[in-house]
């Protein structure tokens, strides 16, 4: 009896303590930390000063309306706010960013079944925010808004049944539109659990199957309608104008912040895994954008294609195998958008060997 009654103790304590096992292994969650820091920046739409599409110095061609600064003309360059990353919470060492992606927020990257910890540090001098815009993630407090100086860290979970990527852009919402004509937006990717892999320790993550991702958000950014709009006319001596000439020369038809193909190289190599995220948010009536790609068609959902229609607040991601070399163009095929710069370069790069690199047997 005595015996019997040990056994079936010993049984019990066993079957709790595996169960529990079991249930800590099962819920496992995977934690990822972002630190990202809103700063307030100068922002030129043209760096490279000049058209790159026509081949024209700004002034002298149908860029200028948009980009030359004179008496009553602000220009190519205004006070903006943009989304920083930053290796820990000391907020001093900046991860290194893809100039490519403008004034672009850092990609935050989530696997199916995260929990992402994204710690804010508002070092702007107004109230601002980061909050994931329709997407799947659950947050805690989505709302909460940060006063000038203040940290917060958000928690985002991410579904565990999410089987496939999806891309959205978070952004600040203290403001709601007026934030984002600052220049606060970025994109948010989840990927299916266990995608993401680190090639060499401490690089950053990547999903294994490609070889490269490609950002673009093209969109019209209103900085008559940012907050810094004031400050901008200020810096370039020009008054606060009310002709409709002075607002339309605010409206900068952009890619990641370039107009004009003023954007640095958004490079890949032929016979690269490329996957494209093309996001847009639209948040004027002008807004649906035709992104067109030469030199290249993509899959989308198994579609094969080179214009894909972006209305306002979409999110979309095509995968490209980029089989022509040289330099193509990426755009946005509305007429008006295309002539008010919306327009950037990309290139494919072709690898020759020649047996010199030193991978050959015979040349130990
Ligand atoms: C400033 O530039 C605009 C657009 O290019 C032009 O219409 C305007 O006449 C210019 N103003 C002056 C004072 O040169
Ligand atoms: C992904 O999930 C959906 C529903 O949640 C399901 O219908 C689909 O078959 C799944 N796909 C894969 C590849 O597992
Ligand atoms: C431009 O901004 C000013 C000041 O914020 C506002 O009064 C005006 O209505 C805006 N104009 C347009 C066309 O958005
Ligand atoms: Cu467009």
């Not at 303590?17 to 990202?36: A, G, K, S």
């Not at 804010?120 to 001098?125: C, I, V």
């Not at 890619?255 to 190599?269: A, E, K, R, T, W």
Request: glycine share 6%; aromatic share 14%; with cysteine.
């Amino acid at each position: 009896m005595l015996l019997f009654s040990s056994f079936h103790r010993l049984w019990v304590t066993t079957t709790i303590l595996l169960l529990f096992i079991h249930v800590i292994i099962t819920v496992e969650v995977i934690e990822r930390q972002y630190y990202i820091a809103a700063e307030e920046i100068e922002w030129d739409y043209a760096p490279k000063n000049h058209d790159l599409l026509h081949d024209l110095p700004l002034e002298s061609s149908p860029a200028r309306f948009y980009t030359v600064r004179n008496e009553t003309r602000i220009g190519k360059v205004y006070h903006k706010a943009m989304y920083h990353q930053y290796h820990d919470n000391e907020f001093r060492r900046r991860v290194a960013r893809d100039p490519a992606m403008g004034f672009i927020g850092p990609v935050i990257r989530g696997e199916a079944g995260d929990r992402l910890y994204i710690t804010f540090f508002n070092r702007a001098k107004r109230r601002y925010s980061i909050h994931p815009y329709v997407s799947d993630l659950a947050t805690t407090s989505p709302s909460h808004i940060v006063e000038p100086g203040d940290k917060y860290t958000y928690i985002w979970d991410v579904p565990v049944t999410i089987n496939d990527t999806r891309v959205w852009c978070y952004m600040s919402r203290a403001d709601p539109v007026h934030d984002v004509h600052d220049g606060l937006l970025g994109p948010v990717v989840i990927y299916p659990a266990n995608t993401l892999q680190r090639p060499t320790p401490g690089s950053p993550e990547r999903p294994f199957m490609l070889d490269r991702e490609i950002f673009t958000v093209m969109t019209i950014t209103d900085e008559n309608m940012s907050h810094y709009i004031r400050q901008s006319a200020e810096t370039a001596n020009v008054p606060l104008a009310r002709d409709p000439g002075f607002f339309e020369s605010n409206r900068m038809y952009h890619i990641n912040g370039f107009v004009f193909n003023n954007n640095p190289s958004l490079h890949m190599y032929y016979g690269d895994r490329v996957r494209w995220y093309i996001l847009s948010l639209g948040l004027g009536d002008d807004d649906p954008h035709t992104a067109h790609w030469h030199g290249a068609t993509l899959l989308q959902h198994g579609h094969r294609m080179d214009v894909v229609d972006l209305m306002p607040v979409s999110f979309e991601w095509l995968d490209m195998m980029p089989d022509n070399e040289g330099q193509w163009l990426f755009h946005c095929h509305v007429t008006q958008h295309f002539d008010a710069g919306m327009s950037a370069f990309y290139q494919v790069e072709k690898l020759e060997y020649n047996g010199a690199e030193g991978w050959d047997e015979d040349e130990g």
